[in-house]
């Protein structure tokens, strides 16, 4: 039974490259011990690196200016920088890379709040205005990781609190149309507009909650969408059993009902089955509400443990599109939402050669490659993938 690949923590002392920065494997050898001790995400390191430096050698430049003018500050600012960084490195202590930074940070963000607010005609405000931007950026992932915690708590990945939370976000929308103009609640629902479409139709967005598109272990992972379907499913069953493969098979809770023996067969086979709701909404699971969402992801599970006797523990939605109370619904069942690392959307194509090119090209173990079932090329697909797997 393969499980889903948990992205491993990006080691980043900043709270921006830990939102924005992805997430890195732990890697081998003499390399684990810098990531677990004194390591850094490797492009926040670059980009201290030289930004630190930048931003410090600009706070020596003007104050040897200040104190004996251009000559001073030109001859004098690679050493005195060169013994700056040492000395507040060795002032500011910090036995991770976080304490570090966080120290480095309030002692250039207060100079450069000094600089802005107290010092008139400096040639150095550029470089206060760069270091500014930091916490800014950094602020703006506080707030991405608050709403991560929103979504994946349990107290409050409930479909009440999203309700209420689909409420509250409203708020400040019409006070700034109230206070400053109705363009202004036109921007703030545009934006809400955006951020909603993002985590509804990009199938793999993390906007509501985790999505999983890889899994651990050696080899992809093949998922097959759509059945059981009398025609494709017992010759897929097949193809399968003679490359020595295993798929997960997301099916839909209608056709278990209609074709129970087709769903006995894919357990029978030792494949696993997962849940791809009850009647495949594809053109409006996006905007269901609650209700609807949880009857169509319970009543899939229930149907399915009554014909196989098992519980399915994955949940793929139709065509991708989750809505915004798909996660509190799935923690309720216990399911877990997949994605796909390969798509060639063979529901609309016919070229068998371009959609398993598309498949396989460059795959690498652990990928989650979706095909679909009930196509008039699904037969074609998955026995032109398997050869290109083995």
């Known amino acids: 039974m393969r499980h889903f690949e948990r992205p491993a923590y ?98 250039l963000t207060l100079w450069a709040l000094w600089q802005l607010l107290a010092v008139d005609g400096s040639g150095v405000t550029w470089a ?39 409420g509250a976000v409203q708020i400040p929308s019409f006070g700034l149309g109230w206070r400053y103009g109705w363009e202004w609640t036109l921007a703030s629902q545009a934006l809400l507009a955006t951020i909603w479409g993002c985590g509804t139709f990009l199938p793999n967005s993390r906007v509501f909650g985790p999505v999983f598109r890889r899994v651990e272990g050696e080899g992809v992972l093949l998922t097959i969408d759509d059945g059981p379907d009398p025609v494709d499913t017992p010759v897929l069953l097949d193809l399968l059993d003679q490359h020595g493969k295993k798929a997960v098979f997301f099916v839909i809770g209608d056709k278990v009902r209609r074709f129970p023996d087709l769903a006995r067969e894919i357990v029978r086979r030792g494949h696993q089955i997962g849940n791809h709701t009850m009647t495949h909404p594809a053109g409006t699971m996006w905007c269901a509400g609650s209700a609807r969402t949880r009857r ?41 939402l997949a994605g796909w690392q390969r798509r060639a959307f063979d529901t609309v194509r016919a070229d068998v050669p371009g959609v398993v090119r598309q498949l396989t090209r460059e795959v690498r173990d652990g990928d989650i490659v979706l095909i679909h079932e009930a196509t008039p090329i699904a037969q074609e697909v998955l026995g032109g993938v398997l050869r290109a797997l083995k």
């Not at 196989?308 to 109370?325: D, Q, S």
């Open 10 to 107: 990006n080691r980043a002392a900043t709270p921006f490259f830990q939102v924005f920065g992805g997430r890195l494997k732990e890697p081998a050898g003499d390399a684990v011990v810098m990531a677990k001790g004194a390591g850094q995400h490797h492009g926040e390191r670059r980009v201290l690196a030289v930004l630190v430096p930048l931003v410090a050698g600009a706070a020596v430049f003007d104050g040897l200016w200040r104190l004996g003018g251009p000559w001073l500050a030109g001859l004098g600012l690679l050493p005195a920088l060169l013994v700056a960084l040492h000395g507040l490195t060795f002032l500011l202590g910090g036995s991770r890379p976080a304490r570090q930074f966080h120290r480095w940070e309030l002692v």
């Open 128 to 166: 206060a205005v760069l270091w500014l931007a930091v916490p800014c950026l950094n602020a703006v992932a506080l707030l991405c990781q608050l709403w991560q915690a929103l979504m994946i708590l349990p107290r409050f990945c409930t479909t009440g609190f999203r309700w209420l939370l689909a």
């Open 296 to 336: 169509e992801i319970a009543e899939c599970s229930r149907v399915i443990e009554e014909v196989t006797g098992v519980t399915p523990r994955w949940f793929r939605a139709p065509a991708g599109h989750r809505n915004w109370f798909t996660h509190p619904v799935l923690r309720e069942q216990g399911l877990e």
